[in-house]
């Protein structure tokens, strides 16, 4: 049974030429081919870095108080 899981990656264009590298064990000799143009600085940013990007920062205080109930804890082990 072949593997139909799809494989994600990007690459740069070079003489209008694009090498793509596929991994250990991929046998199949005709696959399919989605090309999409990305803007540079957006290209690799998912929904995941924009949501870690734009959440709030924790500040040293809170960092201090965290860490100070984490060795209150620990004394309970």
Known sequence: MMNLNPIKQYAD???G???IHVPEGFHAK???LTIVPLEDDISLHTAFQK???DSPEMS???FNAIEEKRRHLQQWK
């Open 13 to 15: 264009v070079v003489n």
């Open 17 to 19: 030429v694009i090498h």
């Open 30 to 32: 005709r696959v399919e």
């Open 51 to 53: 949501f870690l990007l």
């Open 60 to 62: 040293d205080d809170e």
